[in-house]
Structure formats: structure tokens, C-alpha cells
């Protein structure tokens, strides 16, 4: 069972110069890539002023980090500068769970969250989301097993209101008791969006009800409970929701879990179907893995018709991610039957009327020797098998980064991570290999890819370091515990985190050196980010902001 995890304009459109600092210029496209301005085109030469620029200069190494990967590309880097590579987490009641904030080094705030956390926080405008259960309960009238997405104020870590979503009531096989929202929540201006442990897409209202009930959604009360209690401030307001079980037929196993991925007015969703609770069966082989959705409405626009459902292993757990290479604008889906897809991004509609994504490209991230022994085919779960991807693809310089993994109740096996050419088209599982790292284990985790250097780990628990360009590998180390979380880059360090809440700081470069190591409070299984010069790192039951104070 897996335990996880507009500002772009419309395409030919104008760009929103307020937020021009969260964009990479490119072939008259734009999108967010990296967080300093680079001018690629003659034709927005004329919309930069010297004023504009003195603006933003302050801005260029220091921004939000607003979705799961901070950008579309995924990429886990962030532009930051002055991070800590020391801090005291502080002394722990292990009754109380409260933290003697005295005993702390470097510590801007802590906020409590549940007994277990996934997916990792994400901060925009001023407000920190994350999720997690319902274990340490901020409202008396709402106790019990539920799934939650909290919100925070950036500077202070005072509690603003929580989204609350009851489980489905099916156990582990579709919602897993005490998992709570696994989704790391993409905020988008006035809305974020989070998939739900019901199996459902929500667009919430960042203010909560503070600005009062917007619709169309106004159901919150019986949403909540069977027992509808009064709605306040703390409360959050859904703005609209598409449940993916009814309206498509998913069987999700045990969770679901993924995060949205916003590009213009659309959402592309990962729909995490899956096998029932034999682990052989697949329920609704026909309903999509990959769907989009209209941002403004959750009106469906189209999915995937690449019948990966009926050739799932597991599950699909893995996020999109998005690309632009020259003219051409791609999703990348790493799917559950252990390919890697890329597709158009506009759904195109079929003579029936349905709508569909286009299949640009797909690659089988498991080499001919995790398929077959002996004429035979490996069976899965095997440790010398093939796996799915449940990692995120990472797109970076035309190519894609992506590692293949297993729900890591199946322990450790072999694993590998795959360099793809981008550029390609049709099955290019042979065509499209710019090289391939087999020393790499299962893996859940989504690489970092900084100054042409990968950084990424296993759910051994190790961190490798290899040439981007030839998968050349130029260290690795083991820290010596298993790993959920995905590395982060900034500052020029690399933060990982471990089973054993033990955080290790290392120096970026082709030479190991290891920085620090840290014992948080309790497991990391959330993926450390950084916006605004604040570190932020979630253990299963605190969320701690670091800065040098």
C-alpha cells in the first residue's frame, strides 16, 4: 500500500507581467520553469521596462513554491538563498506532542498537523497547504478518521482553516484507514486543488468561508457528515468537485494519491485506478489513468485512451508533469503498467464525441531483462521484476527523468532510472534512450536536476549523484534507512529525508560531502521545499519552517 504523496496565460495570449518572474520566455511561449527572466523572443522585448526589472530583481532568487514540484517540469529545485544547514527541530512531549519552541535553533515556526502526512506542503500567496488525517483534531465537532488539507499563514504559522472529506468507507483496498490526503495541494491564485482520499477533485477557495460560501458548490455542511454541524472561518469552502468514481467508474487502490498539475485553465489529473484486493483483478480497466479537467468549472475535457488500464500492475500513483520543446507542448505521465507517456496537451474529440489526448510518444522504463528470464515472464511483485512508475517525470533540456518503483509494501528490488529524449515520436522504448542508471532500486521518489547533476534516491535509502548528459555516476551514499521522499536543491545543497526522520544536508557537486545530518521528531515521509527562504520540512505530525534567525 502506497503512502504517499492561472498564471500561465492562454496559449497566443498576453503574459501577466505582475508575475513575470515565475517564467521562462521561449518560442513565444510561456511557462513556469524557472524563477529568472530570460528574453528569447524580440516580441516581449517591448512589455520589459526598466521599472519592471528594478522590480522583480529582489524577486529572481526567491518565490513561492505553489504546486508539487514547484513547477510544471517538476524539476525539485528552488531558488533560494541563506538556508540553514543546521537546526535544533527542539524537545518533543511525546504525550502532548507539543514542541518546547525554546529548545529550537533556526526554527521560524511549527504547526501541528495529523498522526500521519504524505504529501509535501506547498506555499502560495502568503498561505502554506498541506495535507494530512484527522488524528490531532483542530475542531471538537469534527472527530474521527478523515482526510484534511490544512491551511497555514506563511509568516507565522497560525492555523487558518482545513478542508475536512470523510473516508469512503472501504477499508484499505480503496481508502486506507488513517492515511488522510495524500495530494500535495496546487494553489493558483484565488483557488487550490487537491484530490481527495474519496477519490475525488476539489477546488478550494483559499480564503476558506472567510469571504463567505462561493458555489457552485455550497454543500459543505452534509459533504462533512450525515450530521451536518455549523460551518465557520476555520472551515474551508469547495468551490466545485468531480468524484472520479462516479463519473468514470475508478477503483482507486488503497489511496488515492497524486497531485494536480495546472497549465492555463486546465487540470491534469491522475485518476489512481488500480487492482482490488487480490491484487490480481482490475475492476474498471477501461476507465482512464490520465484525465483534464476545466480549472474553472472541473468540467471533464478529455483523458487518456491509451488502454493502460488494462495493463496496470498496480496502480497509477505518479503526477504529470509538462513540457514545451521548440514549438511542441507535452504532459508526461509515468503510468502503471510501467511506461512512460507523453501527450498533446489539447483533448481532441473522437467521431463518437468523446474527447481524448493525443499519444505522442511512450517508453518502457523496464529493460528487456525485468521482463523476461528464460524465455518466461517474471511474474510481479518479484524483486528482480519489472515495477511501475510511481515517481514523477522530471522534464529537463528536452529530455525526461523518470524512475520506476513498487508500492513499497513489496520491500526492495531492482529498480532503474531512464533518460528520455523528448523529441521523439511513436513507441520509442529503443529510439528514445539517452541512457539508462540500473544501479538505482525501487524508487518513489521524483529526481532534482541541478547544473546538469541528478539527484536521485532509492527506497533503499540512498542518494545518487550522476551526470545528467551521460547517467555517469559520481557518488553515492547511503542513508541507511528507507526513503519516501523526494530530494530538494537549493542553496546550493541537496535535503533528503528518511524513514527514521533523520534529514541529511549534502553539498551539491560531483564530489559527496555530507553537510549535516538532522533527527527530526518523527518520520519524513514528505518531500522537504523551500520558498521564500524558508525551508519547510513535514514529519508525519509537525511541519516545521526553518530559517537562519
Known amino acids: 500500500?502506497?503512502?504517499?504523496?492561472?498564471?500561465?496565460?492562454?496559449?497566443?495570449?498576453?503574459?501577466?507581467?505582475?508575475?513575470?518572474?515565475?517564467?521562462?520566455?521561449?518560442?513565444?511561449?510561456?511557462?513556469?520553469?524557472?524563477?529568472?527572466?530570460?528574453?528569447?523572443?524580440?516580441?516581449?522585448?517591448?512589455?520589459?521596462?526598466?521599472?519592471?526589472?528594478?522590480?522583480?530583481?529582489?524577486?529572481?532568487?526567491?518565490?513561492?513554491?505553489?504546486?508539487?514540484?514547484?513547477?510544471?517540469?517538476?524539476n525539485m529545485v528552488a531558488n533560494e538563498s541563506n538556508l540553514p544547514a543546521s537546526f535544533n527541530p527542539g524537545k518533543i512531549d511525546r504525550v502532548t506532542e507539543k514542541v518546547d519552541f525554546s529548545t529550537t535553533k533556526n526554527v521560524k515556526w511549527i504547526a501541528k498537523l495529523g498522526s500521519q502526512s504524505y504529501g509535501n506542503p506547498t506555499i502560495s500567496g502568503g498561505k502554506v497547504f498541506i495535507g494530512t488525517n484527522n488524528e490531532s483534531p483542530r475542531n471538537p465537532l469534527h472527530k474521527g478518521?478523515?482526510?484534511?488539507?490544512?491551511?497555514?499563514?506563511?509568516?507565522?504559522?497560525?492555523?487558518?482553516?482545513?478542508?475536512?472529506?470523510?473516508?469512503?468507507?472501504?477499508?484499505?483496498?480503496?481508502?486506507?484507514?488513517?492515511?488522510?490526503?495524500?495530494?500535495?495541494?496546487?494553489?493558483?491564485?484565488?483557488?487550490?486543488?487537491?484530490?481527495?482520499?474519496?477519490?475525488?477533485?476539489?477546488?478550494?477557495?483559499?480564503?476558506?468561508?472567510?469571504n463567505g460560501n462561493d458555489g457552485p458548490f455550497k454543500s459543505e455542511e452534509s459533504y462533512i457528515s450525515n450530521t451536518p454541524v455549523k460551518l465557520t472561518e476555520s472551515d474551508a469552502d469547495i468551490i466545485w468537485r468531480y468524484d472520479m468514481r462516479e463519473e468514470l467508474g475508478i477503483f482507486p487502490h488503497n489511496i488515492t494519491s497524486s497531485s494536480v498539475l495546472i497549465v492555463g485553465d486546465k487540470l491534469y489529473v491522475t485518476t489512481s485506478n488500480g487492482q482490488d484486493w487480490s491484487h490480481v483483478n482490475i475492476p474498471s480497466p477501461k476507465s482512464?489513468?490520465?484525465?483534464?479537467?476545466?480549472?474553472?468549472?472541473?468540467?471533464?475535457?478529455?483523458?487518456?485512451?491509451?488502454?493502460?488500464?488494462?495493463?496496470?500492475?498496480?496502480?497509477?500513483?505518479?503526477?504529470?508533469?509538462?513540457?514545451?520543446?521548440?514549438?511542441?507542448?507535452?504532459?508526461?505521465?509515468?503510468?502503471?503498467?510501467?511506461?512512460c507517456y507523453a501527450y498533446d496537451p489539447q483533448p481532441v474529440k473522437s467521431d463518437d464525441n468523446f474527447a481524448f489526448l493525443k499519444e505522442i510518444w511512450k517508453y518502457n522504463c523496464n529493460p528487456p531483462e525485468y521482463l523476461q528470464k528464460d524465455d518466461k515472464p517474471i511474474k510481479y511483485p518479484s524483486p528482480k521484476g519489472p515495477s511501475e512508475i510511481i515517481a514523477t517525470p522530471v522534464f529537463y533540456k528536452n529530455r525526461v527523468y523518470v524512475a520506476t518503483g513498487q508500492d513499497p509494501e513489496h520491500g526492495q528490488g531492482m529498480g532503474m532510472l531512464s533518460c528520455i529524449d523528448a523529441s521523439k515520436s511513436g513507441d520509442v522504448s529503443k529510439t528514445g534512450t539517452i541512457w539508462n542508471y540500473k544501479g538505482l532500486h525501487r524508487s518513489i521518489s521524483t529526481v532534482a536536476i541541478y547544473d546538469d547533476l541528478v539527484y536521485a534516491t532509492d527506497y533503499t535509502g540512498r542518494l545518487h549523484c550522476l551526470d545528467a548528459n551521460s547517467g555517469k555516476l559520481y557518488w553515492m551514499h547511503d542513508t541507511e534507512s528507507n526513503i519516501w521522499s523526494s530530494p530538494l536543491v537549493t542553496d546550493n545543497k541537496v535535503y533528503v529525508g528518511n524513514e527514521d526522520g533523520v534529514l541529511t544536508?549534502?553539498?551539491?557537486?560531483?564530489?559527496?560531502?555530507?553537510?549535516?545530518?538532522?533527527?527530526?521528531?518523527?518520520?519524513?515521509?514528505?518531500?522537504?521545499?523551500?520558498?521564500?527562504?524558508?525551508?519547510?520540512?513535514?514529519?508525519?505530525?509537525?511541519?516545521?519552517?526553518?530559517?537562519?534567525?
Open 1 to 74: 500500500m502506497t503512502k504517499k504523496n492561472t498564471n500561465n496565460p492562454p496559449e497566443g495570449g498576453t503574459p501577466n507581467l505582475s508575475n513575470m518572474q515565475n517564467y521562462t520566455l521561449t518560442n513565444d511561449k510561456i511557462y513556469m520553469n524557472t524563477f529568472r527572466i530570460k528574453i528569447l523572443h524580440p516580441t516581449y522585448c517591448s512589455l520589459i521596462t526598466v521599472h519592471f526589472l528594478l522590480f522583480h530583481c529582489s524577486l529572481c532568487f526567491s518565490a513561492d513554491w505553489p504546486m508539487w514540484g514547484r513547477t510544471p517540469t517538476r
Open 145 to 210: 478518521d478523515r482526510g484534511l488539507v490544512m491551511c497555514f499563514d506563511e509568516k507565522t504559522g497560525n492555523f487558518l482553516w482545513q478542508s475536512i472529506t470523510p473516508k469512503l468507507g472501504a477499508g484499505k483496498v480503496s481508502d486506507w484507514e488513517y492515511l488522510g490526503i495524500c495530494s500535495s495541494p496546487a494553489t493558483d491564485g484565488n483557488r487550490t486543488y487537491v484530490i481527495t482520499n474519496r477519490c475525488e477533485v476539489i477546488a478550494l477557495d483559499v480564503e476558506g468561508l472567510k
Open 288 to 339: 482512464p489513468c490520465l484525465i483534464v479537467l476545466d480549472k474553472n468549472t472541473g468540467k471533464l475535457l478529455g483523458e487518456e485512451n491509451s488502454g493502460i488500464g488494462f495493463r496496470l500492475f498496480h496502480c497509477n500513483w505518479s503526477s504529470p508533469s509538462y513540457g514545451i520543446l521548440k514549438n511542441t507542448n507535452l504532459v508526461f505521465f509515468g503510468a502503471g503498467d510501467g511506461y
Open 505 to 549: 544536508i549534502y553539498k551539491t557537486g560531483k564530489t559527496l560531502n555530507v553537510l549535516n545530518t538532522i533527527e527530526m521528531n518523527a518520520s519524513i515521509y514528505s518531500s522537504p521545499v523551500a520558498a521564500n527562504s524558508v525551508l519547510y520540512i513535514a514529519t508525519q505530525t509537525h511541519l516545521y519552517a526553518v530559517e537562519k534567525l
